[in-house]
C-alpha cells in the first residue's frame, strides 16, 4: 500500500518524499504534482488535487494550514468528513496506477485519523521532525509569520501527529540526521520499508541520497536568546521526545498523552480570529465586486441597447432626409429649432 510522508511544514517533507520516489514509489500524475518554487525550488512532491481537498475539509472545520481548526472529539462522524473519505479514497484510486505510491502533503498530519480510513490502515507512515526554531524560522522568511506562532503551529501539527498515529506503522526520523547523514537513514527507512512488506527487494540508494542538498537547509539556529525562549516554552522537550521516537514503529505507542503549553491556545486563536476577519472581509469584497460586476453589464447591456436604438433613428432620419428635397429639409430643420 501507500506511504504517508508526515510532518510540519517546512521540516524536510518535500526532500524526504523526493528521496521515496526516487526508490521506486509513485507520486501521481505529472500535470496534477505542484510544481517547483523558490520556496522548494527542488519540488514539493505532493498532488494539487490532494492539497485542495484537505484545504476544503480544513475550512469546513473554520481552519487552513496556518490556523489549524479546534477539532471537537467525534470531528470524525462529521457528515462532510465522511464524503471527504469517500471522495478522496476514490481520487486516489484514480490518480495512482499501483498501490506502490507515496502521498505527503503536511495537511494529512492534522487530518491523519481520516487519512487512516482513506487507505484502510493498510498502508505506513514515514515522520520527519525538524528543529522547531528552523521551522519557524522558514515559516518567517516564506510566510511572515511570527516566530513565536511558528513555533505553536510546529507544537500543534506533531502532536497531532504523534497522538493520531498510535497503532500504525511509523518510521520517525529527523531533517537534520537526512541531511547530514543520508545513507544512514534512507537505508534505514528502506529496511522499515522492507520489513512491512512495501519493498520487495534490495534497492540502490545513491539517487535518493543525491537528492538530498544540505545547500537547501537556509534556516539554522543562531539566536542564543530564541533557543532559551524555546526551552522555556516546551517546545524542546516534544523535540527531545520525538527524537528519542526515531526508528522503525511496526505498532507505534506513544505511551503518554501530550498536552499543549498555555501559551500555544492564545497565538493560535489570535491567529484563527484574524483569519476570520479576514476571510469576512474578502467574502464581502467578492460580494460587492460580484454586484459591481453586475451593475456594469446592465448599465453596458442598456448602452448597447441606446446605441441600437439611436443607430436605428439615425437611419430613419437619413430615409426621411432623401424623400425630402434639399431646400425644404434645411427650412423644416429651422423651424424645428426654433419651436
Not at 221 to 248: C, F
Amino acid at each position: 500500500m501507500g506511504v504517508l510522508v508526515l510532518g510540519m511544514h517546512r521540516s524536510g517533507t518535500s526532500a524526504l518524499a523526493g528521496a521515496l520516489q526516487s526508490m521506486g514509489y509513485e507520486v501521481g500524475p505529472d500535470d496534477d504534482v505542484m510544481p517547483a518554487d523558490v520556496g522548494n525550488p527542488e519540488g514539493y512532491f505532493e498532488l494539487l488535487s490532494v492539497v485542495r481537498a484537505n484545504d476544503e475539509l480544513l475550512a469546513h472545520f473554520g481552519g487552513r494550514w496556518d490556523s489549524p481548526p479546534e477539532f471537537l472529539p467525534d470531528w470524525t462522524n462529521d457528515e462532510v468528513a465522511g464524503e471527504f473519505v469517500d471522495a478522496t479514497r476514490a481520487m486516489i484510486d484514480a490518480l495512482f496506477e499501483s498501490d506502490h505510491y507515496v502521498l505527503k502533503d503536511p495537511r494529512i498530519s492534522l487530518l491523519l485519523p481520516l487519512w487512516r480510513q482513506i487507505t484502510n490502515d493498510r498502508g505506513c507512515a514515514v515522520a520527519i521532525v525538524r528543529d522547531p526554531l528552523e521551522v519557524a524560522a522558514s515559516l518567517t522568511r516564506r510566510n511572515g509569520i511570527p516566530t513565536l506562532t511558528g513555533l505553536a503551529l510546529w507544537a500543534a501539527y506533531n502532536r497531532a501527529m504523534l497522538r493520531d498515529l498510535e497503532g500504525a506503522r511509523v518510521h520517525v526520523c529527523s531533517y537534520s540526521d537526512l541531511i547530514e547523514n543520508p545513507v544512514e537513514v534512507l537505508t534505514a527507512i528502506s529496511e522499515s520499508l522492507r520489513g512491512w512488506g512495501e519493498i520487495v527487494d534490495d534497492r540502490d540508494l545513491s539517487n535518493a541520497v543525491s537528492l538530498i542538498r544540505p545547500e537547501l537547509r537556509r534556516n539554522t539556529i543562531v539566536n542564543a536568546e530564541m533557543q532559551t525562549v524555546a526551552s522555556h516554552l516546551g517546545v524542546t522537550e516534544l523535540m527531545k521526545l520525538m527524537l528519542d521516537l526515531r526508528g522503525r514503529h511496526d505498532v507505534f505507542n506513544l505511551g503518554t498523552a501530550l498536552e499543549p503549553g498555555w501559551w500555544e491556545g492564545p497565538l493560535l486563536e489570535e491567529r484563527h480570529v484574524l483569519l476570520q476577519w479576514a476571510l469576512t472581509a474578502i467574502a464581502e469584497l467578492e460580494s460587492h465586486n460580484s454586484k459591481l460586476l453586475t451593475e456594469n453589464a446592465i448599465l453596458w447591456e442598456r448602452s448597447e441597447s441606446a446605441t441600437r436604438e439611436a443607430d436605428r433613428l439615425r437611419g430613419r432620419i437619413d430615409g426621411v432626409r432623401r424623400l425630402v428635397p434639399g431646400p425644404l429639409y434645411t427650412l423644416v430643420t429651422k423651424l424645428a429649432r426654433r419651436s
